[in-house]
């Protein structure tokens, strides 16, 4: 039987390419297939962005974008990840290594998990490493000097809901708590900051470490902003 390529799942971090690691790199170098996810109306995804810089198309080494369907129709999804999963299926049984590009690690939070679960599934045979990488809360931390757990202290990463009391719970289970992708539910939230006297403790970072970036330490000017999915906020108690 011959062989059968591996899919890595490659960390390309929160947004500056200098984040990526050397292990990251070389596997880009070395993998004849980077797929990497593509938006319907032809923009580059994030993804794209920070791992272009490092890899090109060239005569042996194809760039694969792979198109995820945005809906919650059960039935969609499992045909439309059945085909996605297919087209990367077809190059590693042809011997090829896969590196699929993804903004920060692989495991957290990420479209690789999926992709990741459905090809085990459909082709149990196919290796699968992941490579990690920095996150966007660390990158977040980063920016913002800011220790998010010394000693004792507890953290919580949330995906921020429109679940009040949820998310009220999280505030005050932790020391510190990081809310991802904060932007659809901001004046929820900081209306919780309010009511908990936590107002002065938090900040928000939009595409943190990016050429994008912008970062807010006055969340309170932030109560009517429109900002982007790749928002996060981070609240410090101490």
Same mark, same amino acid.
């Given at each position: 039987? !011959?062989?059968? &390529?591996?899919?890595?799942?490659? &960390?390309?971090?929160?947004?500056?390419?200098?984040?990526?690691?050397?292990?990251?790199?070389?596997?880009?170098?070395?993998?004849?297939?980077?797929?990497?996810?593509?938006?319907?109306?032809? !923009?580059?995804?994030? =993804?794209?962005?920070?791992? /272009?810089?490092?890899?090109?198309?060239? /005569?042996?080494?194809?760039?694969?974008?792979?198109?995820?369907?945005?809906?919650?129709?059960? #039935?969609?999804? #499992?045909? /439309?990840?059945?085909?996605?999963?297919?087209?990367?299926?077809?190059?590693?049984?042809?011997?090829?290594?896969?590196?699929?590009?993804? /903004?920060?690690?692989?495991?957290?939070?990420?479209?690789?998990?999926?992709?990741?679960?459905?090809?085990?599934?459909?082709?149990?045979?196919?290796?699968?490493?992941?490579?990690?990488?920095? !996150?966007?809360?660390?990158?977040?931390?980063?920016? $913002?000097?800011?220790?998010? =757990?010394? &000693?004792? #202290?507890?953290?919580?990463?949330?995906?921020?809901?429109?679940?009040?009391? =949820?998310?009220?719970? *999280?505030?005050?289970?932790?020391?510190?708590?990081?809310? $991802?992708?904060? *932007?659809?539910?901001?004046?929820?939230?900081?209306?919780?900051?309010? #009511?908990?006297? $936590?107002?002065?403790?938090? =900040?928000?970072?939009?595409?943190?470490?990016?050429?994008?970036?912008?970062?807010?330490?006055?969340?309170?000017?932030?109560?009517?902003?429109?900002?982007?999915?790749?928002?996060?906020?981070?609240?410090?108690?101490?």
């Amino acid at each position: 039987m !011959s062989r059968i &390529g591996t899919l890595y799942g490659i &960390g390309v971090g929160p947004g500056d390419p200098e984040l990526i690691t050397v292990k990251a790199f070389r596997l880009l170098q070395q993998s004849p297939v980077v797929a990497y996810p593509k938006k319907r109306m032809g !923009s580059k995804s994030y =993804a794209h962005q920070i791992a /272009e810089l490092y890899v090109k198309p060239s /005569e042996g080494k194809e760039m694969l974008g792979l198109v995820f369907p945005m809906t919650k129709d059960k #039935e969609v999804l #499992e045909r /439309e990840w059945a085909n996605t999963v297919e087209l990367v299926w077809e190059r590693l049984r042809q011997g090829k290594d896969v590196a699929f590009v993804t /903004e920060g690690d692989p495991l957290f939070y990420s479209t690789f998990i999926h992709m990741m679960r459905v090809m085990q599934a459909a082709h149990p045979e196919v290796p699968i490493v992941s490579v990690p990488g920095v !996150s966007s809360f660390l990158g977040a931390a980063s920016r $913002l000097g800011l220790p998010l =757990a010394d &000693g004792d #202290e507890q953290i919580g990463i949330i995906p921020a809901t429109d679940d009040r009391e =949820a998310m009220r719970q *999280a505030l005050l289970s932790h020391d510190c708590v990081v809310f $991802l992708k904060v *932007a659809k539910v901001l004046p929820m939230i900081i209306g919780l900051l309010r #009511e908990l006297d $936590l107002v002065d403790k938090a =900040a928000v970072a939009t595409k943190v470490t990016s050429a994008e970036e912008m970062v807010w330490t006055d969340v309170r000017e932030l109560e009517r902003a429109e900002l982007g999915y790749l928002t996060l906020m981070v609240v410090k108690k101490t």
